[in-house]
């Protein structure tokens, strides 16, 4: 796996954003801090957002993950009845009662009370999750690329050793063990070693950004390492790490709903996977009139896990520069880069 | 070159090591301790208290009474010759049960990921040979659908429309209950008809995104000049598109296919819960409700020597593989 790195690491070293914006801002000495920053928002907020906005993808994207998260300023607004048990009428089919558009459970529980209310929790997951994965995988990836040495081979030797786990089983044991009901907690405890993969590839990339000139003069006027891999390393993997962070929060989705749906994670509130368990063992695999029990939830993580894998798709699009040629009709390849092997990580 | 292979070898025995090490970490972190619940539940069986000591010994090749790096001395000691105690809630060794368990888990791991990357290889290079037609676009979008939906989805589903409603299937199980396990043909054929659930909802999900990788390497392999190059010297179409595009194509992923290999044994716990069946993931998670400490650390060693050994593979071919790529793994020269 090693070796397809050397792959994806061109693909990012040509990549436009960051470099062009370090060119053209230390070219012109009296540019003030206002006008950086104004230059960054541009270069690296703006520009993308219409990039993105301008794919059909993306927006679609956009617009799912927009959805789950009013879904859950519902829920945390209290806009929507807080689900209980003989709140209405037992197994309510879809759209039966329009009081209850999503149906009710054989507790005359509302299915749409259950999805609502799960969804801040879930967000609040997938959120954490993904932030600690790249998180984690920036630090041990710029840090060892950048450093190298001893300190980049001890650190890749742990990331090989983390990487030789095997993710649920080890989160399995780890949620008997700490029992975490904390939602933050749970996504960090789903992608307890996640990060280590997407650090082994941050590592390479890190290592052909290096041997850049720009690095090199920071290095010659004494800039401190800290400050050199936060402004001249970070800015250029960047792009790799945000489709990755969605490609995280979506293994966050698929793992937890899992357990919970095992009854292997703990849960103190209904969850979509918890609903998911309910249904399945309360018998809604056996009779039509309780299907919609099984695939309201279902139909919650496929809407979510859509809407991530779109979003991702589309970064990849806004920050691939070979794909952002083609987009546009220039079919001519600017970089020698292979996709990047996101199927590594993708277990579930 | 060789020296590279010597270390790459030395570090797969280091990391089960370490792993072992880990496992032996674990039963002492986990709530209680594994002794102080063994022990109650071993008295609740109605065992004398007097014969307790000697039975989580039994169990667990470890003295509980001995210093902990004794204990840990005879853990390792006995893990290396393959022996992880005996099951506390099967009262059977638990290497029996691990080698019953395995051949089901590894046989629809590994049918289903050759399943995997055969159909998205194939759907792959047809949406890259006519990119941006109606049918790449459309199975764009289906492969986008298809890697959203979690493999347990599926499988509830198949589930319970091919075995709970229509009848097809076997709705549990690795064989029928009144096979004789032996090597015949009413065996096979009962083996094949449990599998092909199991085996059906872990490829489905996976076929999306293998896909779209293959349209990708295969759109950047077509825009190179070497396949133009090949065009113009007039070679025959099938050559170009199974010396030239195909295989350039399909090589970044042989790395990701040996690891997925891997990974998806991790995924057995919860796909072999939902058709009861009975592999490694399925006797890792009843060992975990059951609290059945060597039970589970041995199927989470032995799922993790798996993953090690596919990572090792995968580094170790894919030089010989891909001449694009020498061994030595170039990273490590910095």
């Known amino acids: 796996m090693k070796r397809t790195e050397g792959h994806e690491s061109s693909t990012l070293a040509t990549d436009g954003a960051g470099v062009d914006w370090r060119g053209s801002a230390s070219s012109s000495v009296t540019v003030t801090r206002e006008e950086r920053l104004r230059e960054f928002y541009e270069e690296n907020v703006l520009k993308p957002m219409i990039v993105a906005w301008s794919d059909s993808r993306t927006r679609l994207g956009l617009l799912i993950i927009g959805f789950y998260l009013l879904l859950s300023l519902v829920a945390i607004f209290g806009l929507w009845r807080e689900p209980s048990t003989s709140q209405a009428p037992r197994y309510l089919m879809l759209f039966e009662n329009m009081k209850y558009p999503l149906g009710t459970t054989a507790s005359g529980t509302d299915l749409a009370a259950l999805i609502i209310h799960s969804t801040p929790d879930i967000l609040l997951m997938v959120t954490s999750g993904g932030l600690w994965a790249t998180g984690i995988a920036v630090l041990v990836g710029t840090v060892a690329g950048y450093k190298g040495g001893s300190v980049g081979r001890v650190l890749m030797s742990i990331s090989d050793f983390v990487m030789a786990i095997p993710g649920l089983p080890l989160v399995m044991i780890l949620a008997i063990t700490f029992n975490p009901k904390n939602p933050i907690l749970l996504g960090i405890i789903i992608n307890i070693n996640y990060w280590a993969g997407l650090g082994r590839s941050i590592h390479s990339q890190v290592l052909t950004i290096r041997e850049n000139n720009y690095v090199e003069a920071s290095r010659t006027m004494g800039v401190s390492t800290p400050r050199i891999i936060l402004k001249d390393v970070i800015p250029n993997i960047m792009p790799y790490v945000t489709v990755n962070f969605v490609f995280a929060a979506r293994y966050v989705v698929f793992a937890s709903i899992g357990l919970f749906f095992l009854g292997v994670l703990p849960y103190s509130d209904q969850n979509w996977g918890v609903t998911l368990n309910f249904a399945y063992s309360g018998g809604a695999l056996f009779s039509w009139s309780a299907a919609h029990w099984l695939l309201v939830p279902m139909a919650a993580i496929i809407g979510l896990s859509i809407g991530l894998i779109l979003l991702g798709q589309g970064m990849d699009r806004v920050f691939n520069p070979r794909v952002r040629t083609r987009l546009t009709g220039e079919s001519e390849s600017t970089a020698s880069g292979d996709e990047k092997d996101t199927g590594m990580t993708e277990v579930l | ?334």
């Open chain 2, 1 to 334: 070159m060789s020296n590279y292979y010597v270390r790459r070898t030395g570090r797969v025995f280091a990391t089960i090591f370490a792993v072992a090490t880990l496992t032996f970490g674990l039963i002492r972190l986990l709530p209680g301790g594994p002794f102080t619940q063994l022990r109650a539940q071993l008295l609740r069986q109605g065992v004398p208290a007097s014969e307790v000591d000697a039975r989580i010994a039994n169990l667990q090749n470890i003295n509980p009474n001995e210093p902990l790096w004794q204990q840990y001395l005879d853990y390792m000691g006995s893990v290396a010759q393959g022996n992880f105690g005996e099951s506390i809630s099967l009262g059977e060794p638990v290497a029996r049960v691990i080698a019953e368990a395995v051949p089901w888990t590894v046989f629809v791991v590994l049918v289903s990921t050759i399943l995997m990357f055969a159909v998205g290889i194939f759907l792959g290079s047809l949406q890259a040979y006519w990119e941006g037609s109606r049918f790449d676009k459309a199975f764009s979008g289906l492969s986008i659908a298809l890697m959203s939906v979690p493999f347990y989805v599926v499988a509830v589903i198949s589930l319970y429309i091919f075995s709970y409603q229509w009848g097809w299937l076997p709705t549990a199980g690795t064989v029928g209950a009144s096979v004789e396990k032996e090597l015949s043909v009413p065996f096979l054929l009962s083996a094949l008809e449990h599998s092909i659930l199991p085996i059906f909802s872990y490829t489905l999900g996976g076929i999306g995104g293998q896909a779209l990788a293959m349209r990708g390497n295969s759109i950047q392999v077509l825009g190179n000049d070497y396949v133009r190059v090949a065009r113009l010297r007039g070679l025959a179409d099938r050559r170009i598109a199974t010396r030239y595009v195909a295989r350039n194509a399909i090589l970044p992923m042989y790395t990701g296919f040996l690891l997925l290999l891997g990974f998806r044994l991790s995924g057995t716990v919860i796909l072999e819960q939902i058709f009861s069946y009975t592999g490694l993931g399925y006797y890792m998670f009843a060992a975990l409700k059951a609290n059945d400490y060597p039970l589970m650390m041995a199927t989470f060693l032995v799922i993790t020597v798996a993953l090690i050994v596919g990572v090792y593979i995968a580094d170790l071919t894919y030089s010989k593989i891909d001449p694009r790529i020498s061994a030595g793994g170039s990273d490590e020269a910095y």
